[in-house]
């Protein structure tokens, strides 16, 4: 048997009750890493590698809110129809025969299709109360593929459908898409950042 391992729910903050401004404070800080690695003085070109992995751990623990939030939610929080996602099962025997760029292939796809999904509940969603949180998800998703660019890691082309793609599955409720979000920001992004290339020459 390989050695695989599943991401699963964490344990929940039952004190959630902060609001937009208090959520708002890390989200600052966490992009503010990333805008002082772009736009340092005397740097003609924004590339020096975002690798502070405080950066993807804030987008987890905001995915993690959001999470707790639709599991508390009992009107307007349901997602209109399934949607494609990425699987988070992670089999390392499988992940540590693939080469750097198949890595990264399959965490944009993954990043992509949940982009694709979380845009789908954010119109889905009535609640007014979950909406900051899917906008902040969808936000981070963004910033996440900013953080692959600054590594050199290739833009990906995402394909014109979601049909046929390996590695998929399909969840039709909108608590299992966000535990999916969860999980493959604390699984395959962070194994693939972590890792990546451009931030191990980058330590001196």
């Known amino acids: ?12 903050d039952p004190m959630r009750g902060y609001a937009d401004t208090a959520m708002e404070i890390p989200r600052l800080l966490a992009l503010l890493l990333i805008v002082l690695e772009w736009t340092r003085p005397g740097l003609p070109s924004p590339l ?7 950066v993807l751990n804030h987008f987890i623990k905001e995915a993690r809110d959001a999470e707790v939030a639709m599991k508390s939610c009992r009107e307007g ?26 890595q990264a292939q399959e965490v944009q796809c993954g990043l992509w299709l949940l982009q694709q999904a979380l845009s789908l509940l954010r119109t889905s969603v009535t609640n007014t109360a979950l909406h900051s949180h899917i906008d ?7 910033s996440i593929n900013a953080v ?11 394909p014109a459908s979601a049909a046929g793609l390996e590695g998929t ?13 969860v999980n493959f920001l604390r699984g395959k992004v962070h194994l693939l950042l972590s890792a990546a290339q451009a931030c191990q020459q980058d330590v001196s």
Request: aromatic fraction near 6%; hydrophobic fraction near 30%; glycine fraction near 2%.
């Open 148 to 158: 692959l660019r600054s590594l050199n890691i290739q833009e990906y082309t995402p």
């Open 169 to 181: 599955w399909r969840v039709s409720s909108a608590t299992d898409l966000l535990q999916v979000h």
């Open 136 to 142: 902040n998800s969808i936000r981070n998703l963004l």
């Open 1 to 12: 048997m390989g050695n695989r391992r599943t991401y699963g729910p964490n344990r929940e």
């Open 77 to 102: 929080c349901s997602l209109s129809e399934s949607v494609t996602v990425p699987q988070t099962t992670v089999d390392f025997d499988v992940w540590e025969k693939k080469n750097a760029l198949e």
């Open 48 to 54: 020096k590698p975002i690798c502070d992995l405080r």
